[in-house]
């Protein structure tokens, strides 16, 4: 069930105080309207919480693939206050426009952004992470769980945004890539999954 409409009206108008974030949020939905078609930057609602879970296992290391303007990276490092952040962005005017909002939020220490496509720069990855949280576009997901199993340490958190956006959009390019991974970290006996939304969070067992 969808939260009554009072919270939400009290939680929107509270999110400047409780979202330090808000403003780079806003940002990138306006980026959105005036980059065109093509442009898939949709700041994810749930940021917050992913930042909350992220400090709650103390995280050290952060992987995100699909930075858009940099809003879920500075919450992951802002909730997780001892951990660096690894994201990976395919777009240059993205990249340059989270650069800027890292910079000015006065992350740049702490967030890193490749700017690259994710499944080359993971190919090349080896350092074990603690929270991995997936949110490109669809067309890579079906070749990401081999990667993120041979990353994320025992204890750690693999959220994934963008799994059903199929129903929303029917002709979305790689929908057969997402129900690949869906079926992929479902059938995985060594990640408890659950949801959040239309988000799935996993958590490494064994
Ligand atoms: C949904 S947005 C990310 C939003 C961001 N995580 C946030 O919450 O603020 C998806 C982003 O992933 C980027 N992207 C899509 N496919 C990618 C890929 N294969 N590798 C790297 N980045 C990708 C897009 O250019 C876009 O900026
Ligand atoms: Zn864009």
């Not at 709650?56 to 992951?76: D, F, H, K, Q, V």
């Not at 949110?135 to 079906?142: I, M, N, S, T, V």
């Amino acid at each position: 069930m969808d939260e009554p409409a009072p919270f939400e009206q009290w939680l929107a108008a509270q999110a400047s105080t409780v979202d330090p974030f808000d403003h780079i949020r806003q940002a990138s939905e306006a980026h959105r309207q005036q980059h065109g078609a093509a442009c898939t930057v949709y700041p994810t609602s749930r940021a917050p919480l992913w930042g909350v879970v992220a400090g709650a296992i103390r995280a050290n290391r952060i992987l995100e693939i699909g930075t858009g303007l940099g809003y879920s990276a500075l919450w992951l490092a802002y909730g997780a206050p001892e951990a660096n952040v690894s994201t990976i962005e395919v777009d240059p005017d993205h990249a340059a426009l989270a650069r800027a909002n890292v910079r000015k939020a006065g992350y740049a220490n702490r967030i890193k952004i490749a700017n690259t496509r994710a499944i080359g720069f993971l190919a090349d990855y080896d350092e074990q992470v603690d929270v991995i949280f997936c949110d490109g576009d669809l067309d890579e997901y079906g070749d990401y769980p081999a990667h993120f199993m041979r990353l994320l340490r025992v204890g750690g958190l693999l959220i994934t945004a963008n799994l059903f956006a199929g129903w929303y959009t029917p002709d979305m390019p790689g929908l057969d890539s997402a129900i690949a991974y869906r079926n992929q970290t479902l059938g995985d006996q060594r990640l408890l999954t659950t949801f959040i939304g239309a988000n799935a969070i996993s958590l490494r067992i064994r």
